[in-house]
């Protein structure tokens, strides 16, 4: 089933709304899910009444852009762990970081570092995931031995810990080739992030109150308002927006708008230097404006949960509407990015296997 965020035509509206509000009484009557097929279970299962009702009483023409929940702010602005001084937060800044949902620029690597890993990355631009099949910009760390290097370097993992806690593992990671002269990412934020097929979530936190999840965006070149450094609003991870459909296309072929007061003074533009990074929750609304310039513009993300979150667990594979293809999750797994793995709750891969079995592979092959 393909859920892309569009607005439909009014047949598809027509029917589709009708099968919608079967669906919702389906779930209000607590109805047998085994007998339903796998889309269907998943729609009643993780949809929330408010995502039917909404989706019902505007005609199909706005949506919760994910699963709803409300920020709590937390008790204390104590970091969660205590670090090596030159990595320590101040109760300040993570006071900062939950009003506001975003921190940063902070140093972490070296010109030269991202000289090299922006080789690797262009080298990869058109190839083929070994982890999909298909050539996509995710998750490529399985295959990018530096791209791994700096998502486990110190720089980065000892401030998430602070903000997370101890033991942190990575689901997912993104390449960003915004190339030259090319469009806007619009507005978005996301909280399991079913944002992506709209059908189950990806991560499953168990309380959504809390930050559970955090993105660590990191500029391989200089980002600057010129080429589309990122945009945050201030202090949006309180709830998660709705989107009305339709409008210019953007984001990955999708047509929506995020509906928030987009008054200018909370939007802040976040220049970021080659090696330097953010942390940001995904639930803070984001979005980075076109590159107008002649050149690309490299960036990559990571992004993190605790161990005590599971990510996809008994999923095979899903549909992504920003990224397009289907997913066969056969040989994705989290990865360990700081401390231990008590729980085990989702599949695990060990990225320095893989990169150690493709040298040998590439040394038999020469
Ligand atoms: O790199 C960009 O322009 C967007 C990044 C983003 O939305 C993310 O990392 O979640
Ligand atoms: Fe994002």
Known sequence: M???????????????????????????????RFILPRAIRSIVTNWEYSMFWLLIKSGGTRAYIDQP?????????????????KYQLTSDQVQK?????????????????????????????????????????RDRH???????????????????????GPDLLCWRSQLFYKGPHSPA?????????MVEDYLDPAIFPQNTSEIFQLTV??????????NGCLQFVRGTHDRIRTIKFGGEEGFYNARFSLE??????????????????????????????????????????????????????????????????????????????????RYQLSRTVDPKALHQQLATEQRRAA
């Not at 929940?69 to 001084?85: G, N």
């Not at 940001?280 to 161990?307: K, V, W």
């Not at 056969?330 to 990865?335: E, I, P, R, T």
Request: charged share 25%; proline share 8%.
């Open 2 to 32: 393909n859920l892309h965020p569009k607005l439909r035509p009014l047949w598809q509206r027509a029917l589709f709304l009708p099968a919608l509000t079967a669906l919702m009484a389906y779930k209000a009557l607590h109805l047998p």
């Open 69 to 85: 929940c409300e920020f709590v702010m937390p008790d204390t602005f104590e970091p969660k762990v205590k670090v090596a001084p």
């Open 97 to 137: 970081f939950n009003e506001e949902g975003f921190i940063g620029p902070f140093d972490a690597f070296s010109r030269k570092e991202m000289a090299e890993l922006r080789l690797e990355m262009l080298a990869l631009e058109n190839t083929k995931s070994k982890t999909y099949g298909f050539c996509t910009p």
């Open 142 to 164: 399985f295959e990018m031995p530096l791209q791994w290097d700096c998502m486990t370097s110190p720089a980065i993992t000892e401030r998430v810990a602070q903000l997370l």
């Open 185 to 193: 990412i619009q507005f978005h934020q996301a909280s399991t992030f």
């Open 217 to 226: 965006w990191v500029a391989v070149d200089d980002a600057t308002p010129e």
């Open 260 to 341: 928030f007061d987009q008054e200018q003074s909370r939007i802040e533009t976040v220049p970021v230097e080659s090696g330097q990074f953010i942390i940001f929750t995904e639930r803070c609304i984001h979005g980075s404006p076109p590159n107008t310039t002649d050149q690309h513009r490299l960036a990559f993300n990571s992004r993190i949960i605790p161990t005590s979150v599971p990510a996809y667990t008994d999923k095979e594979k899903y549909r992504s509407v920003y990224n397009g293809g289907k997913y066969h999750l056969k040989h994705w797994g989290v990865s360990v990015l700081r401390g231990e793995d």
